[in-house]
T-cell receptor, first 117, second 109 residues
Framework: GAVVSQHPSWVICKSGTSVKIECRSL??????MFWYRQFPKQSLMLMAT?????????EQGVEKDKFLINHASLTLSTLTVTSAHPEDSSFYIC?????????????FGQGTRLTVV | ELKVEQNPLFLSMQEGKNYTIYCNYS?????LYWYRQDPGKSLESLFV?????AVKQEGRLMASLDTKARLSTLHITAAVHDLSATYFC?????????FGAGTRLTVKP
């Protein structure tokens, strides 16, 4: 099956610094990728939809200037958490689908656990 | 707006027992997924259900979909400890994919 690779798997950073998370589709073209955030013992909350070659679509309440999304190619999307604070500590998961194939699964990356100290 | 409700949120079962997790959604959908998540891990795909009346089974898990009732069920048969995890349903409408709150399943000996 298709594979989505996300890294790093975990990262610890200091408050005020920026962190970049990468999401790659390894064997298919993903014109759209999704970024989710998951707090402990909670469900996945959609943060934004990343569209190749255009601006991301952010969910209500998600700061676009804080969570920068770039989808420069059909196989790579990045999420940069800028000026991170402890409250940004969370589990971030990306997802990708082959949108030109109607009946296909959504594939998820391994997730990135971000801890801001 | 697409909304997904999942229940129960917590489920503690004895080994060998049967139980059902429910997933209701608010609008018509293109498909419905069931995922498993182990602590600290990402999502593992269990089932994708595409049409009304669809039923899929894998081992002790069976998923079904009733698009008219906007309801999917995940039935657990003769639970074993290895099934302990959090289970999520996710509903897709166009390019929108929304998750249920998750059901944390604990199977006790």
């Amino acid at each position: 099956g298709a594979v989505v690779s996300q890294h790093p798997s975990w990262v610890i950073c200091k408050s005020g610094t920026s962190v970049k998370i990468e999401c790659r589709s390894l064997d298919f073209q993903a014109t759209t990728m999704f970024w989710y955030r998951q707090f402990p013992k909670q469900s996945l909350m959609l943060m934004a939809t990343s569209n190749e070659g255009s601006k991301a679509t952010y969910e209500q309440g998600v700061e676009k200037d804080k969570f920068l999304i770039n989808h420069a190619s059909l196989t790579l999307s990045t999420l940069t958490v800028t000026s991170a604070h402890p409250e940004d500590s969370s589990f971030y998961i990306c997802s990708a689908r082959e949108w030109y194939k109607r009946n296909t699964e959504a594939f998820f990356g391994q997730g990135t656990r971000l801890t801001v100290v | 707006e697409l909304k997904v409700e999942q229940n129960p949120l917590f489920l503690s079962m004895q080994e060998g027992k049967n139980y059902t997790i429910y997933c209701n959604y608010s609008t018509t959908s293109d498909r419905l997924y069931w995922y498993r998540q182990d602590p600290g891990k990402s999502l593992e795909s269990l089932f994708v259900l595409l049409s009304n009346g669809a039923v899929k089974q894998e081992g002790r898990l069976m998923a079904s979909l009733d698009t008219k009732a906007r309801l999917s069920t995940l039935h657990i048969t003769a639970a074993v400890h290895d099934l302990s995890a959090t289970y999520f349903c996710a509903v897709v409408q166009s390019r929108d994919m929304r998750f249920g709150a998750g059901t944390r399943l604990t199977v006790k000996p």
